[in-house]
């Protein structure tokens, strides 16, 4: 009997490990579709402008419709979804533990003190380094 009760709470561990696992997976696959759906629908919405536009030229001008209004609604949709964009991009960024160069936006290790795309110094990141740095100074 012990010898399956130890075998039931490995297999338990090893199941919880692998859920973990597969449900970081699984929000990482959620959230780059939602990524394209969201640069899809601001593709779709820049073809929404320009045919607004183009209908707006060869309407005849009497219907008065406020084109300025139009876009700027057009606009503030397209605002939403890169807002939207960028927090997805945060969230999966910390899901594979990388962080964002703020000089070249390119992902680069969550401990990298430099970025090896640019050289930029990775200033956010260094409270823990400084502590160290200021201890190393009072050494004498
Ligand atoms: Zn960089």
Request: aromatic share 8%.
């Amino acid at each position: 009997m012990d010898f399956f009760d130890k075998l039931g709470k490995q297999a338990s561990k090893t199941y919880e490990y692998t859920a973990k696992k597969t449900s970081k997976i699984a929000r990482e696959a959620k959230l780059k579709m939602q990524m394209n759906e969201h640069k899809n629908k601001i593709e779709e919405l820049y073809i929404e402008i320009g045919k607004k536009l183009y209908e707006h030229h060869i309407n005849d001008k009497s219907l008065d419709i406020d084109i300025d209004a139009v876009l700027e609604e057009y606009c503030i949709q397209i605002d939403e979804l890169c807002d939207r964009i960028e927090e997805e991009r945060k969230e999966l960024l910390t899901l594979k533990d990388k962080k964002q160069c703020p000089n070249c936006f390119c992902e680069i290790e969550l401990d990298y003190h430099y970025c090896p795309n640019c050289g930029d110094e990775q200033k956010e990141d260094l409270g823990y380094e400084e502590e160290n740095q200021q201890d190393e100074a009072n050494v004498e």
